[in-house]
């Protein structure tokens, strides 16, 4: 599998490796647009099924669990059987500048999550044009979430997120929205024993910048993936593999005919709502000269000579939105602080004794 960071190129060398290994075209042979650094950006098709599915990943070019997890897809033995009633076609990284460079935006500082409307930049254009082609019957929209999201009473984070977007202002059931939401049913019935955190639902305010209201908006059920977080996994190796099992259960999902009905909505809304209640660390009880004080710590990730590295910086004091950590530590009865927490002028904050450092992954 594919480290959480990598470079486009070996983004493209692995890809190439899975290509060769299913018979498949040079990446020469599938170039379907260039991003505004004018790296390459691939479009893939597989199966000749009557179901048609456009997947797309990493718009936001931090957010790459979801390329990994299609990688591991693609590496199936039986993807011919499993693609049996599916035309599937797959963009793996829509912002490859972003990819490159690990930030959200592209390379003119946009949010291509937002430009569904606008088409400003080249990807965007690029998805839209695909989308106009392929005329998809089901949309999934990939993407990776922040470690702050969790249940809303802060007791559990967020392994995975889903959303079947609203088409307009009134939050209407379409029989889009309605098909969506099936396939998310399908995915938290059979993978919400398999998840350390909870299967969350996002909020489902409309805004027709974003891709996946747009679409919803033009009659297209369309799926929101979101790799959550859970524990120590930075890597982000065990979610990856779930967003892998959850796109497998939604392919099977999709290729099947079921009664759309009410249960439906009531099993979608079933799904527990998130709040951004988590931090990464939380360190509770630190003495100060006026009473003890709980630190809200977030890693802040950057990229630095190929390896991504996740710096501790101190994001607030007593915050009342701040119900967990992904680790906790209670200084009180702490026997090992040896009081040798340091706060940089830059909030980065560093101690030996709790092993609160810099680390890389």
Same mark, same amino acid.
């Given at each position: 599998?594919?480290?959480?960071?990598?470079?486009?190129?070996?983004?493209?060398?692995?890809?190439?490796?899975?290509?060769?290994?299913?018979?498949?075209?040079?990446?020469?042979?599938?170039?379907? /647009?260039?991003?505004?650094?004018?790296?390459?950006?691939?479009?893939?098709?597989?199966?000749? /099924?009557?179901?048609?599915?456009?997947?797309?990943?990493?718009?936001?070019?931090?957010? @790459?669990?979801?390329?990994?997890?299609?990688?591991?897809?693609?590496?199936?033995?039986?993807?011919?059987?499993?693609?049996?009633?599916?035309?599937?076609?797959?963009?793996?990284?829509?912002?490859?500048?972003? &990819?490159?460079?690990?930030?959200?935006?592209?390379?003119?500082?946009?949010?291509?999550?937002?430009?569904?409307?606008?088409?400003?930049?080249?990807?965007?254009?690029?998805?839209?044009?695909?989308?106009?082609?392929?005329?998809?019957?089901?949309?999934?929209?990939?993407? /990776?979430?922040?470690?702050?999201?969790?249940?809303?009473?802060?007791?559990?984070?967020?392994?995975?997120?889903?959303?079947?977007?609203?088409?307009?202002?009134?939050?209407?059931?379409?029989?889009?929205?309605?098909?969506?939401?099936?396939?998310?049913?399908?995915?938290?019935?059979?993978?919400?024993?398999?998840?350390?955190?909870?299967?969350?639902?996002?909020?489902?305010?409309?805004?027709?910048?974003?891709?996946?209201?747009?679409?919803?908006?033009?009659?297209?059920?369309?799926?929101?993936?979101?790799?959550?977080?859970?524990?120590?996994?930075?890597?982000?190796?065990?979610? @990856?593999?779930?967003?892998?099992?959850?796109?497998?259960?939604?392919?099977?999902?999709?290729?099947?005919?079921?009664?759309?009905? &009410?249960?439906?909505?009531?099993? $979608?809304?079933?799904?527990?709502?998130?709040?951004? &209640?988590?931090?990464?660390?939380?360190?509770?009880?630190?003495?100060?000269?006026? /009473?003890?004080?709980?630190?809200?710590?977030? $890693?802040?990730?950057?990229?630095?000579?190929?390896?991504?590295?996740?710096?501790?910086?101190?994001?607030?004091?007593?915050?009342?939105?701040?119900?967990?950590?992904?680790?906790?530590?209670?200084?009180?009865?702490?026997?090992?602080?040896?009081?040798?927490?340091?706060?940089?002028? @830059?909030?980065?904050?560093?101690?030996? @004794?709790?092993?609160?450092?810099?680390? &890389?992954?």
């Amino acid at each position: 599998m594919l480290p959480r960071y990598y470079s486009y190129t070996q983004f493209e060398d692995y890809l190439q490796k899975i290509l060769h290994a299913l018979n498949g075209t040079v990446l020469q042979d599938l170039i379907i /647009g260039k991003s505004v650094l004018q790296r390459p950006i691939y479009g893939l098709k597989f199966g000749s /099924g009557k179901v048609r599915v456009l997947a797309w990943s990493q718009m936001h070019g931090n957010e @790459s669990a979801t390329t990994r997890a299609i990688c591991e897809l693609l590496k199936r033995s039986d993807l011919d059987y499993l693609l049996e009633d599916i035309e599937l076609y797959i963009i793996p990284i829509l912002n490859p500048d972003g &990819a490159e460079n690990w930030t959200r935006v592209n390379a003119n500082n946009v949010d291509l999550n937002r430009d569904a409307v606008l088409l400003s930049q080249p990807e965007s254009i690029v998805l839209r044009k695909v989308c106009d082609d392929f005329q998809p019957h089901y949309c999934f929209n990939l993407h /990776g979430q922040r470690s702050m999201y969790g249940s809303l009473n802060g007791s559990t984070p967020a392994q995975l997120s889903f959303l079947a977007p609203s088409g307009d202002q009134k939050k209407s059931l379409s029989v889009a929205r309605i098909k969506a939401m099936r396939v998310i049913n399908s995915i938290n019935t059979n993978l919400n024993h398999r998840v350390d955190g909870i299967i969350g639902r996002y909020k489902d305010d409309f805004n027709r910048n974003c891709v996946g209201d747009f679409m919803m908006n033009s009659h297209v059920p369309t799926v929101l993936f979101e790799a959550g977080h859970s524990g120590a996994d930075y890597s982000r190796d065990k979610v @990856s593999m779930l967003v892998y099992q959850a796109l497998v259960i939604a392919l099977k999902s999709v290729g099947t005919n079921q009664i759309l009905d &009410a249960d439906v909505v009531s099993a $979608y809304e079933s799904i527990p709502e998130m709040s951004t &209640a988590y931090v990464d660390i939380l360190i509770k009880n630190v003495p100060t000269p006026i /009473g003890n004080r709980h630190l809200s710590i977030q $890693y802040h990730e950057q990229v630095r000579e190929g390896e991504l590295y996740f710096i501790p910086i101190l994001i607030g004091v007593n915050r009342e939105d701040v119900l967990n950590g992904h680790r906790v530590i209670d200084l009180l009865g702490h026997h090992h602080f040896k009081n040798d927490l340091i706060v940089e002028g @830059s909030f980065e904050i560093h101690s030996e @004794s709790l092993n609160i450092k810099i680390f &890389a992954n």
